[in-house]
């Protein structure tokens, strides 16, 4: 106890002199940003502070620097902070004065991106719904009522770092600033008022003096001194407005976001590789990976619509806070090789000159300071290239960087670092069903009301859009009508079926006739829209249609996106579907209830007193609630929730939403492939998996929001499902891959050895264990000669050294890690004249 707590009196006395240190001068010229007079070539990452929490920031935050960062950059998310105009949150996840803290502790610095406009998959761009009702405004244009609110959050945001001194200028960590985002894309679609829309954002935000640097992305006439920036997956073709300001990427997508009803998209080391490289050696200083580390959209944050609550991105650290190998170790790499050719980046522009047809050479050099990129930007071929009197072989789609303009210490196609194949060991939820309020399963449960059910409901004529009337309180609306029909109408003769149309501007809809669930419809990511023809069964006399319309995260992107509405706007019909007879319902006086009884009486937290325990669980029907006491399962693995079984809805554990969960919005069969070809231009449809799968089944349960035992899990279940399905999964890791071939540079920090022993050196093979207390207890697979296939489905190839498996035992069993040269001295020579390889696959335990 008296270690721990000397551990956290050390890192409180971090926080407090992390931005205490001296202050210091930030500005920029042609090349880079200049920190205390001197030009820096820096590398930084994305990592949102809500979409994690507080205790995994440190560790995040550590494997970023390890994995060689110099900057974290992250969004300030205004709905987050002001829910309620004049009301301030900057508490638990929001506490981003704490997480810009933490940054400083570690040495790191810090790119703040106020906007306040964000996008970034988040729900209303950032926006605050309130500022919608705002009388007179217009969003993101030459408009007083908006330049208002946007100049003092803005204001506010920079007050408080200066406040705490977390401007570099003040000795603090934070050396760029962002005002605006992306309006590039857009701002023709505000015509005439978006240019001075953009005068008076850089004006504002200069006037602020914080001291450092301001940017904007995607804006090619950013005014002066905003550096105009680049976002995209590849720069290196970007040029900056004014031959004064440095080459700056803000957003390197690392991936791309996964979307409810879609394929999980990647994007290959390799050619993200390829893009860092290519935009350092065409004269680039900054970069920054969107993301580092995606997170978890917990809550209803998302935006979209249609954004999945996994923001993993496939990003160098995984949505659960694990290094994704061989991604962050084949960065980390390219980074340390950028960072050995840092004097030369620095002194002076690249000379560039063609080598041959798709092939490139870019030389910095300025006195005895020599480096040089070699790139090969065809997409099939490899090539040999004559370069300073020497030969280099260059795969297709990759840049060799030599430090010294002679020797190569990385390719970006040839990969050191090793593959880890991660696993989700399933487990049972450990229910209490000792608990007072559930007994049998372990389950209780309360019955969502169909139709209206509150005293704050309320009647009009007519169809409302729905965004404009819930205010984004709550996913749902309900539009409730009840009418008479006559015996002798014409749905009731000859036997005929009704059928109920409906078109609503989405996201989705569920119809209820008479208390009972007829039929529901959806949009997806491409089309909110929903529009659908529901047979139905009337009676004579009173009838009740009740249409429970949900968004799924409201619009963060486009010109106007804060104007796209939601619900049902319609028509409404009923359509006879023998006889041709129509009525149109949509002028009739509906009756509106926002949200959800549910949500008023407190049920998320679990302690309402509505809660009913019986034998015979309620499965499989819609609008339901259910709730569970569990214990955690032991150890400190990741921990995620597998709702396979379940329909739509949103969970919460301890009180806290860890999201909407959808596993049964399954992924188009088509557009997977087993493998994705790093070389040539990526897009985000080029590399997709899960393909006929749920979009999403498992979804983050933080460590720290969890207890060791009576923990509550509470479910709010719109379309049937069966909560004894639910299932644990701890992340672990299954197997560790490497592939060498003898033609790999040597790893780069034999870079810093003499000449003489590089040479003598041979290519290494290294596997590293994940944790400390782990050694490798197996050798699945090990192969010296021409080995085929990717980690977890290698085979021997035509050769294979009889000493292969031998040698890697001896070397790694037993071992946290282990290193191996990759040549014939070590393994014999089993096919000679032929370029041979060393594969390996082991397991830790």
């Known amino acids: 106890m008296r270690g721990r707590t000397e551990i956290l009196a050390l890192f409180a006395f971090c926080l407090v002199t992390a931005t205490t240190s001296f202050a210091s001068t930030i500005t920029y010229d042609s090349r880079a940003i200049v920190i205390d007079g001197k030009r820096r070539v820096l ?31 992250t969004y300030v998310f205004w709905n987050l902070h002001e829910p309620v105009r004049n009301q301030y949150n900057f508490e638990g996840r929001n506490d981003f004065v704490k997480f810009v803290k933490l940054v400083a502790a570690a040495g790191l610095y810090v790119h703040l991106r106020i906007g306040p406009y964000v996008c970034a998959e988040w729900n209303y761009g950032g926006f605050p719904l309130w500022l919608h009702f705002i009388p007179g405004i217009k969003f993101r244009t030459d408009n007083e009522p908006f330049k ?153 944050t998302t935006g979209g619509p249609f954004i999945a609550t996994s923001y993993d991105y496939d990003a160098p650290i995984d949505e659960y806070g694990l290094v ?63 370069f300073n009197g020497s030969s280099y072989l260059l795969p297709a789609w990759s840049v060799s960087i030599l430090p010294d303009c002679k020797n190569v210490v990385l390719n970006t ?91 609503s501007l989405g996201h989705s809809l569920h119809a209820f006739i008479n208390g009972k669930l007829a039929g529901s419809g959806t949009g997806n990511s491409g089309n909110a829209k929903v529009k659908v023809d529901i047979p139905i069964t009337v009676v004579p006399g009173k009838n009740t249609i009740d249409l429970l319309s949900l968004t799924v995260g409201l619009q963060n992107y486009g010109a106007f996106f804060d104007l796209s509405g939601a619900g049902v706007t319609g028509p409404v019909k009923l359509n006879g579907l023998n006889n041709g007879s129509s009525i149109d319902l949509s002028s009739q006086q509906w009756t509106y209830q926002v949200g959800l009884k549910g949500e008023d009486s407190g049920l998320p937290s679990g302690s ?16 339901i609630w ?31 939403s860890i999201g909407r969960y959808w596993p049964t919005y399954i992924a188009p069969s088509g557009g997977c492939t087993d493998s994705c070809n790093y070389r040539g231009p990526y897009g985000a449809d080029k590399c997709r998996n899960n393909c006929g799968k749920p979009s999403q089944k498992l979804y983050h349960v933080p460590r720290s929001w969890l207890q060791p035992s009576g923990n509550i899990l509470v479910l709010f279940e719109e379309i049937g499902g069966d909560p004894t399905q639910l299932a644990f999964a701890t992340r672990q890791t299954g197997s560790l891959c490497s592939h060498v071939s003898e033609s790999h540079p040597l790893p780069v920090d034999m ?95």
């Open 324 to 386: 994704r190998q061989p991604k962050w170790g084949h960065l980390r790499d390219v980074h340390k090789a950028i960072k050995l050719c840092e004097e030369a980046l620095i002194a002076t522009d690249p000379t560039i000159s063609s080598l041959g047809p798709n092939l490139e050479a870019a030389v910095y050099k300025t006195g005895s300071v020599c480096s040089a990129f070699l790139a090969n930007v065809d997409i099939k071929s490899d090539a040999t290239v004559k």
């Open 751 to 845: 870079w810093s050895l003499d000449s003489e022993t590089r040479k003598a050196s041979n290519s290494t093979l290294s596997l590293s264990c994940p944790s400390l207390n782990q050694v490798i207890s197996s050798i699945k697979f090990a192969s010296y000669g021409t080995p085929l296939g990717t980690c977890g489905s290698f085979s021997p190839g035509r050769c294979s050294s009889s000493k292969a498996r031998s040698i890697v035992h001896k070397a790694c069993f037993g071992s946290t890690s282990c290193s191996i040269g990759v040549s014939t001295s070590m393994f014999g020579d089993p096919c000679k004249g032929v370029k041979k390889s060393l594969a390996v696959e082991v397991s830790c335990a």
């Open 413 to 503: 196609a040839k990969i050191n670092s090793q593959t880890v194949i991660p696993s989700f060991m399933h487990e049972s939820l450990n229910i209490n069903a000792n608990s007072t309020d559930s007994i049998g399963t372990g389950w209780s449960w309360v019955n969502e009301p169909v139709g209206i059910s509150k005293a704050s409901a309320f009647s009009k004529l007519g169809l409302l859009e729905q965004i404009n009337t819930t205010a984004d309180k709550s996913d749902y609306l309900w539009y409730s009508l009840s009418m008479d029909i006559k015996g002798d109408e014409p749905f009731l003769q000859d036997g005929s079926q009704t059928v109920l149309h409906v078109e």
């Open 43 to 73: 590398v930084s990452g994305s990592i949102h502070y809500p979409r994690s929490t507080p205790d995994m920031w440190p560790d995040l935050i550590k494997k970023s620097k390890d994995g060689g960062l110099d900057m974290i950059e």
């Open 608 to 623: 309402s007193s509505e809660w009913i325990s019986q034998s015979g669980l309620l499965k499989n029907q819609p609008l």
């Open 148 to 300: 208002a609110e946007m100049q003092r959050f803005t204001a506010k945001i920079v007050d408080m770092m200066k406040q705490e001194k977390l401007y570099a200028s003040q000795g603090g960590p934070i050396i760029l600033s962002q005002i605006e985002n992306e309006y590039g894309n857009i701002d023709s679609a505000y015509g005439a008022a978006a240019k001075p829309y953009i005068k008076w954002a850089a004006d504002m935000a200069v006037s602020l003096d914080t001291g450092v640097p301001w940017v904007m992305c995607q804006q090619s006439d950013a005014p002066d001194p905003i550096i105009n920036t680049c976002n995209g997956f590849y720069c290196d073709q970007f040029t900056p407005n004014s031959n004064k300001k440095p080459k700056m990427w803000t957003e390197n997508w690392s991936g791309w976001f996964l979307s409810f009803g879609g394929a999980v998209p990647y994007r290959p080391v390799q050619d993200l590789a390829f893009a860092v490289a290519r935009f350092y050696q065409r004269g680039g200083t900054f970069q920054n990976y969107y993301m580092y580390h995606g997170g978890t959209n917990f809550g209803r």
């Open 626 to 656: 259910y709730k569970t006491n569990f214990d955690a399962p032991t150890g400190n693995v990741p921990i995620a929730l597998d709702f396979t079984g379940m329909g739509k809805g949103e969970a919460w554990v301890n009180g806290q």
